[in-house]
């Protein structure tokens, strides 16, 4: 099971850092995601991180403002935005795979979590 949390209501510029945390199975050798959907639109994906963390994928309309990293230790995933923006407003999701290949497509991780509410306003 994957809960997400961290989401909440932030102004333009301001910071959020989104948690997964995986209970009942490891998240440490498989590849995690994170997507999001706005009202209104397919869900897209944002980043991802291999098992190892040897690879890190993200979209190009966050690179350079988002940033995914784990703990196995605490069996959690994490996603730091920063400098968020209006377009940001979204659900987001974090889905484990189960393999450690990473990859920007959601059919690739069968494992998703419920959700968490990120709300950028300007």
């Known amino acids: 099971q994957l809960q997400a949390c961290g989401g909440g209501l932030v102004q333009a510029g301001g910071s959020l850092r989104l948690s997964c945390a995986a209970s009942?199975?490891?998240?440490?050798?498989?590849?995690v995601g994170w997507f999001r959907q706005a009202p209104g639109k397919e869900r897209e994906f944002v980043s991802a991180?291999?098992?190892?963390?040897?690879?890190?994928l993200g979209a190009d309309s966050v690179k350079g403002r988002c940033t995914i990293s784990r703990d196995n230790a605490k069996n959690t995933v994490f996603l730091q935005m920063n400098s968020l923006k209006p377009e940001d407003t979204a659900v987001y999701f974090c889905?484990?795979?189960?393999?450690?290949?990473?990859?920007?497509?959601?059919?690739?991780?069968?494992?998703w979590g419920q959700g968490t509410q990120v709300t950028v306003s300007s």
């Open positions: 889905a484990a795979g189960s393999l450690g290949v990473v990859s920007d497509q959601d059919g690739a991780y069968p494992y």
């Open positions: 991180i291999s098992e190892g963390n040897s690879r890190i």
């Open positions: 009942g199975r490891s998240v440490a050798n498989v590849a």
